[in-house]
């Protein structure tokens, strides 16, 4: 615990500067573990079951060192030199093939925070990264909870925008919450981007949420196309688990697949995948069966399409999906960047006066919420 004047009810504590994981001795690894565990207050024993912080895999040493050592891993730790101890850390995970870092996981000692601490880590991570890796990210992003605002606030401040809400679809302290994503773009990234992007009107409220925050044109809907019954194939589904008991799923029909991940203590389906050149009509008979199957299992399914292709856009929506974020820019396309829309499917949403908002992210959790 930080150590407090008396007089000045101050704590006194200095941070040490950030240093690899692997530049230390490794029980830095084990420290950082034991953030996780003080913050969100776990003494479950079954640490695959307890949903008080649902990613049990940042609660395993062994992990955290072994991640911390990989090339498109940037894990930086904080001590207080004073008592010699880990009080802070902070994970960038990086995605070459789309120019994007993804922060993950800013953990303070709660002995420590409301000192700007997270700020901190922010501000340095990306310093460092501008530094070393300018060619690789242009894309920063995050994914802040919304059962208090504070860590929306230090998103803000270190320079990240609200494009998306993901409504009820984390766990934590064992209370359901939603979450923010947030994007923070380096200089000039916007104006790689392809312009005019091919909507439905579904898409379009939330769109002009977005196009106001980041200055983007003004779109009218695409309406004109047909849309595609899914009917007459067979689909077959398998599951693996990993170590962890993430399950990962494949549905596949007509020689093509739909690929996601399940996180059974949340609930949560994520990271789907398809081949781009899947049929429209395949396509929808996946997901169509995949959600058909999953949904007295999960809490909620997430996918990302292209703004580009509002036939696959028209899919998810029948399928009783919303565009509940636009993110302007997100994947590299042939050395050009591409929006994306973020649909989302929840067996239940909030209601808004659970969901703690900064000025910026209210309108788009208004936008869904009530």
């Given amino acids: ?80 030199t004073l008592t010699d101890k880990v009080i802070g850390s902070g994970t ?24 700007g601490l997270g700020g901190y880590i922010l501000v340095n991570a990306f310093r460092e990264i501008i530094k070393d890796h300018r060619d690789v990210v242009k894309i920063f992003w995050t994914e802040s909870r919304t059962a208090h605002n504070k860590s929306q606030k230090i998103a803000e401040a270190s320079g990240l925008r609200p494009v998306g809400l ?24 916007l104006k790689t981007r392809r312009p005019d992007p091919q909507i439905i009107p579904e898409v379009l409220p939330i769109y002009n949420i977005i196009a106001k925050q980041f200055r983007l044109e003004p779109v009218e809907p695409v309406t004109h196309f047909f849309s595609n019954t899914a ?57 169509e069966k995949a ?25 998810f929506v029948d399928l009783g999906f919303r565009p509940t974020g636009y993110i302007p820019g997100w994947d590299l396309v042939d050395g050009q960047r591409e929006d994306a829309i973020i649909m989302t499917w929840v067996r239940e949403l909030p209601p808004f006066v659970n969901v703690a908002c900064t000025k910026r992210s209210e309108p788009i959790a208004r936008l869904f919420l009530q």
């Fill in 231 to 287: 009917n007459g194939y067979q689909v077959v589904g398998s599951i693996t688990a990993d170590h962890y008991d993430y399950c990962y799923c494949t549905f596949e029909a007509n020689g093509q697949q739909l690929k996601f991940m399940v996180n059974p203590r949340v609930g949560v389906a994520e990271r789907l995948w398809w081949p781009p050149d899947t049929h429209l009509v395949t396509l929808k008979m996946l997901l």
């Fill in 92 to 115: 960038v995970l990086l995605n070459r093939a789309n120019q994007r870092a993804y922060v993950r996981g800013v953990m303070i000692d709660p002995a420590y925070q409301g000192f």
């Fill in 166 to 189: 993901l409504p009820n679809k984390d766990i934590f302290l064992e209370k359901r919450e939603s979450d923010l994503l947030m994007v923070l773009y380096s200089m000039n990234t």
């Fill in 291 to 315: 959600v058909i199957a999953l949904r007295p299992h999960i809490f909620y399914m997430e996918g990302y399409v292209s703004a580009f292709q509002p036939q696959v856009q028209q899919v």
């Fill in 1 to 80: 615990m930080a150590r407090i004047d008396e007089l000045s009810a101050a704590p006194v504590f200095n941070v040490k500067e950030y240093a690899r994981i692997d530049d230390y001795q490794g029980f830095e690894a084990e420290a950082i573990a034991n953030l996780y565990y003080k913050t969100y207050k776990i003494t479950q024993k079954d640490l695959l079951r307890q949903v008080s912080y649902p990613y049990p895999e940042t609660l395993d040493p062994v992990w955290i060192h072994e991640k911390a050592m990989e090339p498109d891993v940037i894990w930086k730790v904080v001590t207080d």
